[in-house]
């Protein structure tokens, strides 16, 4: 099992199209990756204040990713607005 974490900060004004635009992303990615589970959060900011969104992409317990998904996913993301993306991932060990 893989997770991917990605990260970046956006204005508030940025916020409503970006949560647009990360629907659309999952909608793509459910199509092309079947199985795949994607959630988004937020770091707690007071209103106003520059926000810090979290993407987490996994794949069920004991599901091994396809090949390619890491590309495929960064691919999809790059009309998403806000700054550069931050990209980790990550396996677990026990």
Known sequence: MQELYVY???EPQQAEAALA???Q??????LQ???LQSRLLQRPVPAGAQQTWMEV??????????????ALIAAEAQALP?????????????
């Open 21 to 23: 635009a990360f629907r």
């Open 8 to 10: 970046y900060k956006l």
């Open 57 to 70: 992409h996994s794949w069920p317990q004991g599901a091994a990713p396809p090949d390619g998904w890491l």
């Open 25 to 30: 992303l999952q909608a793509a990615l459910r």
């Open 33 to 35: 990756l079947p199985g």
């Open 82 to 94: 806000g700054g550069q993306r931050q990209i980790e991932v990550f396996e677990p060990l026990a």
